[in-house]
């Protein structure tokens, strides 16, 4: 878990560039890439962090939307 809440999640995805050979069916995906994944109100919100993950105790995530 995250320091301050949330959870870090580690993803593949799609640019959204229709050319992009992650968009074809079954095409490689970008990443992978951290998310910090937090829930407020009942919604979950991901925010990304980049190609490290961050080091424990050296980044929190902002301030809350």
Known sequence: PARGGGSYVLQ???CG?????CARAGGEL???YW???TKKD???KSKYVGKER???GLQRPGPPL
């Open 54 to 56: 961050p080091e424990k």
């Open 12 to 14: 593949k995805v799609r």
């Open 42 to 44: 009942g919604k979950t």
């Open 17 to 21: 560039k229709s050319t992009c050979r």
């Open 30 to 32: 970008h990443g992978p």
């Open 35 to 37: 998310y910090l994944f």
